[in-house]
């Protein structure tokens, strides 16, 4: 089963708007990334917070973390039309795997 | 550009074929991953070799198979296809087995018809 779940599924909107995802898992973790794909293509690391982080911020990303919840949000600002893409939330299962959540899709009109 | 390699593209074939993808990961890394990704099934773990060896395997069917060579470079095979079996395939490298961030090629995408 997916160990991480993204919220919500799709989200629209307009330029230079803030976006923002949610994810939320299951077991402890290690750690736990965000990845970006572009239709149809490889996916790409965005960021990496450690369990015993709340947050942290690379650009115009921002992710949270609250391990009482099991939960992450990834927020990126003043998001341009190539921010366009599906977000994926994954955990690390000790090395052994990346588990992903199905991912949000985000379109950002111009 | 990741630094991983996957080969070839795109494939088409027909059911009851067999076929092999490869993978070469980035330069010094040790781990290969391999997922599937369909529409409606997202992103599904497969197996993960590490130096040559299993690691760890995931929902992968019989008819499927790996391996990771001494070069590290890594083969999926594939046979019996079946139409459902068709999807990207992604292979991900990372520096070591439990290193924190993975490198994905640009995937294959099979059509099985």
């Known amino acids: 089963s997916q160990q991480g779940e993204e919220d919500p599924q799709a989200l629209s909107i307009q330029e230079g708007e803030n976006a923002t995802m949610n994810c939320s898992y299951k077991?402890?973790?290690?750690?736990l990334q965000w990845y970006r794909q572009n239709s149809g293509r490889g996916l790409v690391h965005l960021i990496l917070?450690?369990?015993?982080?709340r947050e942290k911020h690379s650009g115009r990303l921002r992710v949270t973390l609250d391990t009482s919840k099991k939960s992450s949000s990834l927020l990126i600002t003043a998001s341009r039309a190539a921010d366009t893409a599906s977000y994926f939330c994954?955990?690390?299962?000790?090395?052994?795997?990346?588990?992903f959540g199905p991912g949000t899709r985000l379109s950002v009109l111009p | 550009d990741s630094g991983v390699t996957q080969t070839p593209k795109h494939l088409i074939t027909a059911t009851g074929q067999r076929v092999t993808l490869r993978c070469s990961p980035r330069?010094?890394?040790?781990?290969v991953y391999w997922y599937q990704q369909s529409l409606d099934q997202g992103l599904q773990f497969l197996i993960h070799?590490?130096?040559?060896?299993?690691?760890a395997k995931g929902n992968i069917l019989e008819r499927f198979s790996a391996q990771q060579f001494p070069d590290l470079h890594s083969e999926l095979n594939l046979s019996s296809l079946e139409l459902g079996d068709s999807a990207l395939y992604f292979c991900?490298?990372?520096?070591?087995?439990?290193?924190?961030?993975?490198?994905f090629g640009q995937g294959t995408r099979l059509t099985v018809v």
């Open positions: 917070i450690r369990s015993n982080e």
């Open positions: 991900a490298s990372t520096r070591r087995s439990g290193a924190r961030e993975a490198f």
């Open positions: 994954a955990t690390d299962d000790y090395g052994q795997n990346f588990v």
């Open positions: 330069s010094g890394d040790l781990s």
């Open positions: 070799y590490y130096n040559g060896e299993e690691r």
């Open positions: 077991t402890s973790i290690n750690n």
